[in-house]
């Protein structure tokens, strides 16, 4: 097994030559505008899975999911070529959902957040019902 820490740097490596280069291997229009996020590598080192996200729809990831799994063998030629170590990791493709998880978050939160101020506004010139302390306290020395 390998250092973790030279499997983080050739993950980030992996990452580095895919996000530079794959638009030059895959030569596709329906690519689209990818982006690799992440990648990592298994500590044997015989692994590697590579995160990626797409600017578009969902009909955009599917498209740029099926020419990434057609051109895999061509992209880890690629990533070989430029790790330069005596074996070349596997590739496995995975969509990465972050930013897409992200934005629903933002939206959650900006909802809550105009809820509360909707909520504020409507109380603001509320008043208690019965007395501002409602609890029972015990009676002073003083006023007995």
């Known amino acids: 097994m390998a250092d973790p ?8 490596r992996i990452r580095d030559i895919l996000a530079e280069n794959v638009a030059a291997v895959v030569k596709d229009p329906d690519l689209g505008m990818m982006t690799v996020t992440d990648a990592r590598v298994t500590p044997d080192l015989q692994h ?7 600017l578009g729809d ?6 740029t999911d099926e020419l990434l799994q057609r051109n895999r063998g ?4 690629l990533v070989g070529k ?7 990791p596997s590739l496995e493709f995975v969509h990465d959902a972050l930013p897409e998880d992200a934005a629903h978050l933002e939206d959650v939160l900006r909802r809550a957040k105009e809820d509360d101020e909707r909520r504020a506004r409507e ?3 509320a008043v208690y ?16």
């Open 129 to 144: 019902a019965g007395d501002e302390d409602p609890y029972k306290k015990p009676a002073d020395d003083e006023d007995q």
């Open 5 to 12: 820490a030279r499997a983080r740097k050739i993950a980030e």
């Open 123 to 125: 109380n603001a010139g």
């Open 82 to 88: 430029g790790l330069g170590i005596r074996m070349t």
């Open 74 to 77: 061509k992209l880890r030629t």
């Open 58 to 63: 969902d009909r955009q990831r599917e498209l």
């Open 48 to 54: 590697a899975t590579v995160f990626w996200t797409v």
